[in-house]
């Protein structure tokens, strides 16, 4: 009686603009190391190098190649550097017989989905992971010629997949929502961390810790919040503020722009800026309030990580942010309008506990968004690309 064959794994590429630390990377490597290794197999393209956060994934054995080209054009010089870098991409595609190209944000779907054409890569699939508002009218055609020879397009969001029926003009059906994925067991309650965080940000008892995890960039606005909490402190409210995050060659950076506000409204000894950290999970812990302003997201898997960490989320009432928090989990603001965050966060601290809004926040952020239900469906996904 002859055994059942194995078939080989499948082997799925992931382009990403560059390996810079953020969400579209930790999605990534979320995706690559939780999915089972006898049935697939992970390569990493960085299209514009071999970025810092580049050891993430070497040091799980996952490989990753750059080709270093450009996502701007500036000269005649970038459209060669283009080209080469497109070639590069092709020829490594075909060597590593990569049989699906999943492609993440608008650059990286360009030129891999025609790359992997080139090379023979039998399936692609893209991911969406914002409100694209800024994209020129152009990008969206773009998208939607190259749609023919996507076989999944994904969206981390239902505001993402609306957004994007709405401009680009697919039927509904050629969008997949599957909604962003936390590991559970690394981000929950975790009081010691806390206790430890607290005393080393040099938190007093008694002061409320308003914290905020995200890029400094136009996107995140966290000019709002400055603009928010400067009335409550001048009320007396015992409020610091720390927010995580880092600008890298974003061109959308606005740390200088945000100081200077901070500067002007007097409150530099209570609103500080800090850079990323790895332990990212104790960080959450030590936060009273995650306070997250964007004007534009997808699914930030912050807002995620904060509420599975048991922390209180406040958070503008854009789309998707309200497929996240709900009246019995958290608070939302009118987006864009600090007068509101200031009114909504004096309501959050007017209540006598706020453990129990907490717990419910764990509670439905652990069902709706566990990292193990995404890399199911996108494992699905995958499968079924390979037939």
């Known amino acids: 009686m002859g055994s059942t064959p194995r078939h080989p794994p499948v082997r799925v590429g992931h382009l990403l603009t560059s390996l810079w630390p953020g969400g579209i990377e930790q999605f990534v490597l979320s995706l690559a190391t939780g ?30 190649f750059a080709t270093r080209g450009p996502n701007r054009f500036r000269s005649p010089l970038d459209a060669f550097r283009l080209t080469k870098a497109w070639l590069q991409l092709a020829a490594q595609l075909k060597r590593d017989r ?8 608008f650059f990286p779907a360009l030129v891999g989905r025609t790359a ?4 023979g890569v039998p399936a692609r699939v893209t991911t969406l992971h914002n409100l694209y508002e800024w994209w020129p009218k152009w990008a969206f055609a773009a998208n939607r010629l190259l749609a023919g020879q996507t076989t999944a397009i994904t969206c981390v969001s239902e505001s993402v997949r609306q957004f994007m029926i709405q401009h680009e003009g697919l039927a509904p ?17 975790n009081m010691d961390a806390r206790a430890e965080i607290r005393r080393e940000l040099d938190i007093k008892d008694g002061e409320i810790l308003i914290g905020s995890v995200g890029s400094i960039t136009t996107r995140k606005a966290q000019w709002i919040l400055a603009k928010a909490v400067a009335p409550l402190i001048a009320s007396g409210i015992p409020v610091q503020v720390r927010i995580w995050g880092a600008n890298g060659s974003n061109p959308q950076h606005a740390e200088q722009e945000l100081m200077a506000l901070v500067g002007q409204l007097g409150i530099g000894d209570r609103f500080r800026l800090l850079p990323p950290r790895r332990d990212i999970e104790r960080v959450y812990t030590a936060m009273d309030i995650h306070c997250m302003t964007s004007i534009a997201e997808g699914l930030s898997l912050a807002s995620v990580e904060a509420m599975m960490c048991g922390v209180v989320p406040v958070y503008s009432d854009i789309g998707p942010f309200r497929e996240v928090v709900d009246a019995n989990t958290g608070f939302l603001f009118k987006s864009e309008d600090p007068a509101d965050l200031e009114r909504t ?30 890399v199911a469906e996108y494992a699905k996904i995958y499968a079924s690309c390979a037939k």
């Open 345 to 374: 966060l004096r309501v959050a601290l007017s209540r006598e506990s706020l453990a129990g809004i907490a717990l419910a926040a764990r509670s439905a952020a652990v069902v709706r968004f566990g990292q193990t239900r995404m």
């Open 98 to 105: 990569i049989d699906i190209l999943h492609t993440h944000d």
């Open 173 to 189: 059906e050629r969008y997949t929502t599957i909604l962003n994925g936390v590991d559970e067991d690394r981000f929950r309650p």
């Open 116 to 119: 992997s054409r080139m090379a």
């Open 35 to 64: 999915l089972p290794k006898d049935g697939f197999q992970t390569r990493i393209y960085s299209w514009m190098g071999d970025d810092p956060w580049a050891e993430e994934f070497r040091s799980r054995k996952i490989p990753v």
